[in-house]
Every structure is written in structure tokens, then in C-alpha cells.
């Protein structure tokens, strides 16, 4: 199988972003780099999605793969090895790792982003800056749980000490090769390292996660190389999204869990964070994803996938 062209939207603060740039970077991919904005307003991201803004998404052609999980799917699929999944660690690894992109993310952005870290973060910016990015954060965010720094902090450091006792005892989480589940725990410890560096002593209580990290840095970002995201929205309108069952997702059989057939003009929304909905034709709804085709006046027809775990799949409203 040849290769395809991996274009990834994202920008370098993005904690998630580096998730999916470090897994580029251990399979060793070329892919295409855009830049997007960090607050609305996305057009180019807008015209792809048709709602979804969470950063970051990959496209391939005019097919759009939501959230990293989904991300990391295409990826293994693109290239097997080294595998993120591997067949002694398929359940473990994907259940650390949305623990890790849910509990651990949260508890460690509660502290990152406390009235301290928040202030080193937008340090020689504008006011107007930081009162943007919490605005649009909040509206991302609205009526969801979130806990306070004090309360992120303790859960923050107990965390820390609960992944220093696996490192401590293998290279990497779950043996002598990295997995899904320590691409997936890193990210926001990168965060407190690299973005709010006068927060980043809360790690070296625990060394052994350090050095794992170092280890698993290695690896870098694979070759990215540059691209517009208005050139990516042409390449989109210049190619065919694939069949629905052809995509770069390994299933295709239907499984319908909602009294929902295929054909259905609907709406997949995430379940808490970045609650804005894209709407289309519902056109396949496997065991781990759903896709939806919808048209844009410049990315032309598109399909959108979203991964079933962390979405909400509803009958779009009639006019």
C-alpha cells in the first residue's frame, strides 16, 4: 500500500497536536503541516469540519479523521510498525490511554493553566489575548466539571507518582517499546515541561518520569513540510472522498445502536469538551467510528469521521 498524503492541522502549543507529531515521528511519517488558529475564528478549519474545531484533525485527500484516537487508528493503519497496539497490550494500552487523555489531561491542564501557569503562558501578550483564549476555552467548555488548581494539583502529583512506578520498573509504560498509552500520558506532562516551564517543578518528584520522557521525546516529529490552509482546503475540493467502507478505518460493517439507518441527515457532537456539532449524512456507523458526507462551498464534498467513544450521535432537527 502506498503511503497517502497526511495533512495535519494543528498549531505547536497544542497538547494533543504533539500527541498525534510524536506518533508521526515514531513511525517515521511525512506529512503535511497547517497551522491553525488556537481561538475562533477557524474558516479553513470550519470548511472541513462543518463544526468540529478541536485541535487537531488529519486529512487525507477529502477524508477528515476527528479526535486522536481516531487519529492514532489511521495512523497504525497508514503505518503498522511500530505498533501502537500491540497484540499482547490491544485492551490495556486503549484503556490507559483514554484514561490518560481524559483524567490525567484534565488534572494536569488544571494545574498547567492555574492563575499562575496562565499568567507565564500569555507573559508578553496583549491582555486582550489571554482574556480570548479563556473566553473561547469557556465556551468549549460550558457546563462541563472541571476541578480547581488545588484540587488538579494533589490529583496532578498522585498521577505522577503512579506512572514513575511503571516507568521505573520498564523503558516505557507497558515494556521496551512505547505504545498508545504513553503517547497519550505524555502530552500534558509536556505541556508543564515545555509551555509552562515555572510550573514544571511538580515533576522532578518524580526523576524516572523525566527520563522517560526524555526517552520517548527521541523519537521527534517525523518530516513535516508546510502547507497553507487554504491550499488544504483546495486539495480537499480537487479530490473524492473515499467509499465509505474503503476509508483508512479498518471496519465498515453497520451496527446500529440508535434506531438511526444510514441515509439520515445527522448531527455527531463530542460528548463534553468542544460541544459544536457537524451535521451531514450519516454514511457509515461501524463498531468504532461513524462518517458524515457533507458538502462545503469550498472544500466541496467531504467525509467526516468521528471515533463512537466520546461522540453523540443524534437525528438532525428538521427545519
Known amino acids: 500500500m502506498s503511503t497517502p498524503t497526511l495533512i495535519l492541522h494543528h498549531y505547536p502549543n497544542s497538547p494533543f497536536s504533539e500527541k498525534v507529531r510524536l506518533i508521526l515521528g515514531a513511525k517515521q511519517l511525512a506529512w503535511q503541516s497547517v497551522l491553525v488558529p488556537a481561538i475562533m475564528p477557524k474558516p479553513d478549519v470550519q470548511a472541513l469540519t462543518g463544526g468540529y474545531r478541536k ?32 497484540p499482547h497490550l490491544k485492551g490495556v494500552s486503549r484503556v490507559f490511554a483514554q484514561w490518560a487523555d481524559s483524567t490525567l489531561f484534565w488534572a494536569a491542564m488544571g494545574y498547567n493553566l492555574s492563575p499562575r501557569g496562565a499568567a507565564e503562558m500569555f507573559a508578553g501578550a496583549p491582555p486582550e489575548a489571554a482574556r480570548a483564549f479563556a473566553e473561547d476555552r469557556k465556551a468549549m467548555s460550558a457546563g462541563m466539571a472541571r476541578l480547581r488548581p488545588g484540587d488538579a494539583a494533589s490529583a496532578y502529583r498522585s498521577y505522577l507518582r503512579r506512572i514513575a512506578h511503571m516507568v521505573e520498573e520498564h523503558e516505557f509504560l507497558f515494556g521496551a517499546e512505547p505504545c498508545i498509552a504513553d503517547f497519550a500520558t505524555y502530552h500534558p506532562l509536556w505541556f ?14 518524580t526523576p524516572a518520569v523525566l527520563e522517560w520522557m526524555d526517552r520517548l521525546a527521541r523519537g521527534g516529529h517525523g518530516r513535516p513540510e508546510k502547507l497553507s490552509g487554504t491550499d488544504a482546503v483546495a ?29 439520515s441527515r445527522v448531527t455527531v457532537a463530542a460528548e463534553s469538551f468542544g460541544p459544536e456539532a457537524t451535521e451531514g449524512e450519516l454514511i457509515a456507523a461501524t463498531r468504532t467510528h461513524y462518517t458524515l458526507r457533507r ?11 468521528f471515533p463512537r467513544i466520546g461522540y453523540i450521535l443524534k437525528k438532525a432537527e428538521t427545519p
Open 55 to 86: 485541535t487537531p484533525f488529519l486529512q487525507v485527500g477529502a477524508d477528515i479523521y476527528c479526535d486522536t484516537a481516531l487519529i492514532a487508528d489511521v495512523l497504525e493503519h497508514v503505518q503498522p510498525e511500530p505498533a501502537l497496539y500491540p
Open 295 to 305: 458538502t462545503d462551498p469550498r472544500a466541496g464534498t467531504v467525509h467526516v469521521h
Open 192 to 205: 508543564t515541561r515545555t509551555r509552562v516551564p515555572g510550573m514544571a517543578p511538580i515533576l522532578d518528584a
Open 235 to 263: 486539495v480537499a475540493c480537487a479530490t473524492d472522498p473515499l467509499p465509505a467502507g474503503a476509508n483508512l478505518l479498518l471496519d465498515s460493517a453497520f451496527q446500529d445502536d440508535h434506531g438511526i439507518p444510514l441515509g
